[in-house]
């Protein structure tokens, strides 16, 4: 069993939230020596060496400035996000019915909502609340199950396993608890402040998020898989992480892991966003350098790919079913959903090959519409080459995800190699 998969269902257990998993990847990067720069800080010429950046707490680029020439060897990039669909409270959330306490929630991204009903639910995000005099920032998680959304006994639904359908503000506002109190959040959070930050103020906005308390978990008489929430895309997130950390500093290399992809990437933090552009930008200001070492360099693109399902194969093109445990998958698209081309689908493939890891090819069904990823966007902001990877799970945006035990590692080995590559990325 790769220890490595210890660490990330650790890594993804703490992480309920964006922010927490950037406040994460960020503790972690400072174990290992990485120096985080300020984005409203002036940024003299930076030295070689290893720096993070931050942006909105949610997003973030780390990356390795090496010691080789960047025009010379390009900048190898790995892509991410670091957002996962799921239930945000409202701003004004709490209702009283039948003597219970519940919250309104939004439904962030394609929330699978059916694996949501009797979960043992907890509640994480930022908060930002005022003392007085100046506002601050505080991630906050209530770690214990806080709520719950029980499903509809059967026998008065009895056709619910025919035909069930969610009405999202109807049905899924989650229980918190009985009173005949009218209480409110604000008091639920400054309690909440006060245990985790031994903090008091006035809580004037937050992003919460809703949470299943259900740990990650090997799963099968093997451990053949793994089974958690936001395995897409966190999974990917941690392994690239760890790539990025094994670098030897001699080509430039990077990670990019940004918020709101499963809402469209348009955002200030977001791929679509101008924040991975100016972080470039600032390390070689010089334009016609920056022009020559974007053309030298590439990004893959790491989000998880669908399975074929056992139960559900005819979902999938007969030639194209990744299968968990069989290795990274290799997305492609005419349409461009995903940023692979044949050069970089070519690139990615000889990789592999010389690290002896197996990979996939994946392309949907013709008659059905295909997702995408941070991929093609970032392509298209940065004029970067690019392909799409992932690792193959089932469930994806369910609460709970299922990927295999063996597919971390093979990622984790072909991205190690692709940021440790002495010479410039493509083909020849
Ligand atoms: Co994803």
């Not at 940004?258 to 930008?281: C, T, W």
Request: net charge negative.
């Amino acid at each position: 069993m790769p220890a490595l998969n210890e660490e990330l269902l650790a890594f993804i257990g703490k992480s309920p939230t964006p922010f927490h998993a950037v406040a994460n990847m960020s503790a972690l990067l400072d174990e290992n020596g990485f120096k985080q720069l300020d984005e409203g800080d002036y940024w003299s010429q930076t030295e070689p060496g290893r720096y993070y950046v931050i942006r909105n707490q949610s997003s973030i680029v780390a990356f390795v400035l090496g010691s080789a020439d960047p025009i010379e060897t390009g900048i190898r990039l790995v892509g991410a996000h670091t957002d996962s669909p799921c239930l945000r409270v409202k701003p004004n959330p709490v209702t009283h019915k039948h003597s219970y306490l519940q919250l309104g929630v939004e439904v962030y991204g394609g929330v699978l909502l059916n694996p949501w009903f009797d979960r043992d639910l907890s509640l994480a995000g930022r908060i930002t609340y005022s003392d007085g005099s100046s506002i601050h920032n505080r991630l906050i998680d209530f770690t214990r199950a806080a709520g719950v959304i029980p499903s509809l006994a059967i026998h008065l639904d009895r056709n619910v396993n025919d035909s069930r359908s969610i009405n999202p503000q109807k049905h899924i506002p989650p229980i918190l608890l009985q009173t005949d109190e009218t209480s409110s959040i604000d008091d639920l959070l400054q309690s909440q402040l006060e245990e985790e930050h031994n903090a008091k103020g006035k809580i004037l906005g937050y992003e919460l998020s809703f949470y299943d308390t259900n740990p990650p978990a090997f799963v099968g008489i093997n451990n053949d898989f793994i089974a958690s929430a936001r395995l897409d895309n966190l999974l990917s997130c941690f392994v690239g992480l760890k790539a990025l950390l094994s670098a030897d500093g001699t080509a430039t290399t990077m990670l990019v892991c940004n918020d709101h992809e499963e809402v469209g990437s348009a955002s200030a933090a977001g791929a679509q966003g101008p924040f991975l552009k100016s972080v470039i930008e600032r390390l070689f200001p010089d334009g016609e350098s920056r022009h020559r070492i974007t053309a030298n360099s590439l990004l893959v693109s790491t989000d998880n790919a669908h399975g074929i399902h056992p139960n559900y194969a005819d979902k999938h093109d007969a030639n194209h079913g990744p299968v968990l445990n069989q290795g990274p998958v290799i997305k492609i698209n005419a349409n461009q959903r995903y940023a692979t081309n044949s050069e970089t689908e070519a690139y990615f493939a000889h990789l592999c090959e010389q690290t002896d890891v197996p990979y996939q090819k994946f392309t949907n069904r013709t008659d059905l519409a295909c997702g995408s990823t941070i991929g093609p966007i970032t392509a298209t902001e940065i004029g970067v080459r690019t392909l799409d990877v992932g690792v193959p799970t089932f469930a994806m945006h369910s609460i709970r995800e299922l990927a295999g035990s063996r597919d971390s590692d093979y990622l984790y080995r072909v991205l190690t190699a692709f940021l440790n590559v002495a010479d410039s990325p493509g083909a020849k």
